[in-house]
């Protein structure tokens, strides 16, 4: 998934359905992590779009010790300059109150 096809994704979704918020958060967990996403109403229901964009882990370093009871512990390291985008969709589910992710498989092939 490419910003410009977000973008394109999200034109669609304001020209084809009614907007009920959108935004961008910044988290700063995982190298940091920004979300933009949008929530419509459709064919389906309320649903939830999110564009994640975080970096590219380089290493996994894990420090532990031989010890009895000691804890292990995994750093990871970043890249500055390389991110990976991904698309994940929700739908609202009145039953849970919840988003419930949608997987990829029910859109289909074709």
Same mark, same amino acid.
């Given at each position: 998934?490419?910003?410009?096809?977000?973008?394109?994704?999200?034109?669609?979704?304001?020209?084809?359905?009614?907007?009920?918020?959108?935004?961008?958060?910044?988290?700063?967990?995982?190298?940091?992590?920004?979300?933009?996403?949008?929530?419509?109403?459709?064919?389906?229901?309320?649903?939830?779009?999110?564009?994640?964009?975080?970096? =590219? =882990?380089?290493?996994?370093?894990?420090?532990?010790?031989?010890?009895?009871?000691?804890?292990?512990? =995994?750093?990871?390291?970043?890249?500055?300059?390389?991110?990976?985008?991904?698309?994940?969709?929700?739908?609202?589910?009145?039953?849970?109150?919840?988003?419930?992710?949608?997987?990829?498989?029910?859109?289909?092939?074709?």
């Amino acid at each position: 998934m490419t910003e410009e096809r977000w973008k394109d994704i999200v034109g669609n979704v304001k020209d084809k359905f009614k907007v009920e918020d959108e935004g961008r958060e910044h988290l700063d967990e995982q190298g940091g992590v920004d979300i933009e996403f949008i929530i419509f109403t459709g064919p389906l229901g309320k649903i939830k779009l999110e564009f994640i964009t975080k970096p =590219v =882990v380089l290493d996994k370093k894990t420090n532990y010790s031989n010890r009895i009871g000691s804890e292990t512990k =995994v750093n990871y390291v970043y890249s500055e300059s390389e991110k990976t985008n991904r698309l994940v969709a929700y739908k609202w589910e009145d039953g849970q109150e919840e988003w419930v992710e949608i997987e990829a498989g029910m859109f289909g092939n074709g």
